[in-house]
């Protein structure tokens, strides 16, 4: 069981825009950041968002993050096929003294 | 621009001791304020983040591997290393290691990562 839950799968057409979830407490999500990993079939994780929001050199700006309270969102516009991948969120536990992830979400492209 | 690398035995023996390093290149170790971290994975399963120990020595571990696990760093050889004592079945995974900028959770870069099984 994560400490951070996330659905275990979502779907889009190409063009569609997608909506991942990542659900926390005032322990993680509400007092820290978030950070997005997309993992490739056969991949190692790739950093995605990181402070919530941002978007590193080189990530598409079809990918976009947002935190409210004790939730946070990874929004992918203009699906592509190559979108498909599973989508983790990260952030730190104040209770845990540590980082916990989401359980993952795997992205389908129909 | 930093590179990290997993390397050791891809087949360990229940009871034993996992361990594996990871080698950093195209960049300091001990510059900056970075935590060197472990990640696994197993397969078909989401990631678990193990623990990782700063440039200066000090660490910090996953309060459910806490006793099991020992994370060092040795910043002349620009590698940080896990152990993993009493391995069972459930520790066999893909072992990554990765930077943190923050010690929060934010993972940049990733090594490629190593599976890792552990046979009875």
């Known amino acids: 069981q994560s400490v951070l839950t996330q659905p275990p799968s979502a779907s889009g057409t190409p063009g569609q825009k997608v909506t991942i979830s990542c659900s926390g407490s005032?322990?993680?999500?509400?007092?820290?950041?978030v950070n997005w990993y997309q993992q490739l079939p056969g991949t190692a994780p790739k950093l995605l968002i990181f402070?919530?929001?941002q978007r590193p050199s080189g990530v598409p700006d079809r990918f976009s993050g947002s935190k409210s309270g004790t939730s946070a969102s990874l929004a992918i516009s203009g699906l592509q096929s190559d979108d498909e991948a599973d989508y983790y969120c990260?952030?730190?536990?104040?209770?845990?003294?540590?980082?916990?992830f989401g359980g993952g979400t795997r992205l389908t492209v129909l | 621009q930093v590179q990290l690398q997993e390397s050791g035995p891809g087949l360990v023996k229940a009871s034993q001791t996992l361990s594996l390093t990871c080698s950093v290149s195209?960049?300091?170790?001990?510059?900056?304020?970075?935590?060197w971290t472990w990640i696994r994975q197993p397969a078909g399963k989401g990631l678990e983040w193990i623990g990782h120990?700063?440039?200066?020595?000090?660490?910090n571990y996953n309060p459910s591997l806490k006793s099991r696990v020992t994370i060092s760093i040795d910043t002349s050889k620009s590698q940080f290393a896990l152990n993993l004592n009493s391995v069972t079945a459930a520790d066999t995974a893909v072992y990554y290691c990765?930077?943190?900028?923050?010690?929060?959770?934010?993972?940049?870069?990733w090594g490629q990562g190593a599976l890792v099984t552990v046979s009875s």
């Open positions: 990765a930077r943190d900028w923050d010690g929060g959770g934010w993972f940049d870069p």
């Open positions: 195209g960049g300091s170790i001990s510059s900056g304020s970075y935590f």
């Open positions: 120990v700063f440039a200066g020595g000090s660490t």
């Open positions: 005032t322990s993680n999500i509400g007092r820290n950041i």
């Open positions: 402070d919530s929001k």
């Open positions: 990260a952030a730190w536990d104040d209770s845990l003294h540590s980082p916990v």
